[in-house]
């Protein structure tokens, strides 16, 4: 990589994001209840204890109603410059995301939806699989309470099997490989068309995020768009165990994946030193390639403002993989409903290395 030219697309990437604005997952939250982004986030992307609990009890406060009358939904605009080893340099506008959701009735119901009208995966990197999908929904699905006290949750569409640990959240650009590593067809952090149930075991009077939750989650073959990507099967993948209980920000839990013929089990903690400092370990092994897999990461938040991390990741088995991961995300200041933040990302393995800047613009 010339120095020259990496400076050039850096200081581009951080002029379009300056005048631009700061960052966030879904502002017309925030406008819609007369709050603050901060109030929900600790930095964003990451959510508060506020935040979790709001999120948890379906998109609402009991003691704060929405304005009447705002848009129900953000957008998202993102650009990615890449340098990676035996690759040319790649800059491109990457992702336009519709993003919207919203409580629908004081039991807890509510509605996600995160919509791609332009989704460009290619690049240089030769992880990542090159072409076009847009019109392709990641998230389109919705969650009921099945009961008052709001402990059994059926929901329906397409999204994560995988709740304990919110990837939407993370602070680094590319996703853990523990948690993004297929098995099959299936990965933790992966979206498809499903059908799940849920069921929340907490004590009266405590908060709504603290106890112990357990998922199952049947994911079907296919996808949701409004595209010629659009397919659906009637046959499933698989079947998908969680069971995890929280404190706070800690959590811990084990989760298993049984599919035709394979099978993937693993553990997954959370833990936090203070209020800045945050760890996540995923530690999972799948009878598809008998192969281990692990992603270790810390998060520290310097400010609500900027934060910096680095993450471990390891894939045993046939293709023996190790990766080193720094990154930082800094958010910058709101103007008006427009928010920015810019990443950047530096990932070492024995063979490869790979620079990535990322711009993010929400409004």
Known sequence: MQMRSAVTVFLAITAMVVFAGSAGAMPHLARNLSMECGECHLTVPKLSLTGLEFKADGFAFDDITPVKGKIDFSAQIQARYKNETHHDDDFDFTMVKILGADSLNDRGGYY?????????????????????????????????????????????????????????????????????????????????????????????????????????????????????????????????????????????????????????????????????????????????????????????????????????DHYGGVKDYDAGIAYMSLNLPKVADWMARLQAEYRYTSDDRLFTVQSVVDF
């Not at 996600?112 to 460009?120: D, I, R």
């Open 112 to 312: 996600q939806v995160e919509w791609l009208p332009y989704w460009n995966r290619g690049g240089g990197s030769k992880h990542v699989s090159a072409g076009g999908t847009n019109g392709v929904f990641k998230d389109f699905y919705i969650s009921k309470a099945a009961s008052m006290k709001r402990r059994f949750r059926y929901n329906l569409g397409q999204f994560r099997a995988g709740s304990q640990v919110d990837m939407s959240q993370r602070l680094s650009i590319s996703t853990p490989l523990a948690f993004r590593e297929r098995v099959g067809k299936f990965s933790y952090a992966g979206r498809s068309p499903s059908i799940g149930f849920s069921y929340y075991d907490g004590k009266p009077g405590e908060s709504s995020i603290n106890g112990w939750t357990h998922n199952v989650v049947v994911p079907f073959e296919g996808r949701i768009a409004f595209s010629d990507q659009f397919e659906l099967r009637t046959r499933p993948k698989g079947v998908f165990l969680e069971s995890f209980r929280r404190k706070g920000y800690k959590s811990y839990g084990c989760y298993s994946f049984i599919g035709e013929g394979q099978t993937l089990i693993g553990g997954v903690a959370e833990h936090n030193c203070g209020p800045k400092s945050f760890q996540t370990l995923n530690l999972g092994w799948s009878t598809d390639d008998d192969a281990l897999r692990l992603s270790f990461s810390e998060d520290y938040l310097i400010s609500q403002k900027l934060s910096v991390g680095a993450r471990y």
